[in-house]
């Protein structure tokens, strides 16, 4: 787990990225099979991502500066790795527009470097086929690997947790309060005193609402259960993620 903090603007002291997953559940090991750990040069992870053919990992752009090099597919246990059948190294292809998640476009591609041969452990899930508004309120699941509590130790399980969607407005209206204007193309979840979500920690994995992925984990205020938690919106970017596919 790599643990990167950020700071916004000059006035947000406590905006973190990533996926900590706080009040989770361990994922069952038939269920979500797109779940990919993004890793650097020596085999540790660093980021989230999640398959959506069998040679494109989704992930977050600002993974970027952590040099990812590879992606592992087909465990939940990050203990249980066989570099033969688990590892694809990748080709980075961040959004041309991102500068920094405050920004927004926090998107990236991974191309595999071989395709990956899909069965009962390696699936693709699927994203928005165009823009798609998702309902306030609606109930979404958040999926990574890291801290299962505030300050605790890193799992090397993959974990889940249930999210409700929040309102934009409302929640432009909650980072406003901490100088941060919420940037375009995102979703936001939690607040109002969540007791699930993600905190510091991993960035990059799916915001799974019903059989899609609708979101993509950017950042948050340091398990702030009161702010809302901050993801890419997927739907915003698919005519570039079928360019880039096609290229």
């Known amino acids: 787990l790599f643990l990167l903090h950020i700071l916004l603007l000059g006035e947000i002291r406590k905006t973190t990225h990533g996926t900590e997953i706080i009040n989770g559940k361990k994922v069952p090991d038939r269920l979500m099979l797109y779940v990919a750990s993004v890793q650097n040069n020596k085999g540790q992870h660093m980021c989230g991502g999640f398959l959506i053919s069998e040679d494109f990992v989704v992930t977050a752009a ?7 090099i590879s992606v592992v597919l087909g465990t939940h246990n990050l203990e249980k790795v066989d570099d033969g059948t688990m590892r694809y190294n990748v080709t980075r292809c961040k959004h041309p527009d991102f500068n920094s998640v405050a920004s927004g476009n926090d998107i990236m591609l991974l191309k595999l470097s071989k395709k990956v041969q899909l069965n009962n452990k390696v699936q693709p899930i699927q994203i928005p086929k165009g823009e798609m508004k998702v309902k306030d309120k609606a109930k979404c699941r958040v999926v990574g690997w890291g801290y299962t509590r505030a300050g605790g130790k890193v799992s090397n399980v993959l974990e889940m947790a249930e999210v409700t969607l929040t309102n934009r407005k409302e929640c432009k209206t909650k980072w406003k309060s901490l100088k941060l204007d919420l940037p375009n193309n995102v979703i936001c979840a939690g607040g109002h005193n969540a007791k699930a979500g993600f905190c510091k920690g991993d960035s ?14 950017s950042f948050n205020r340091e398990c702030d259960p009161n702010i809302p938690n901050v993801y890419t919106d997927v739907s915003k970017y698919v005519s570039w993620i079928k360019k880039i596919r096609t290229d």
């Open 62 to 68: 600002h993974c970027d500066k952590l040099n990812p």
């Open 204 to 217: 990059g994995g799916p915001l799974v609402c019903g059989a899609t992925a609708a979101g993509i984990v």
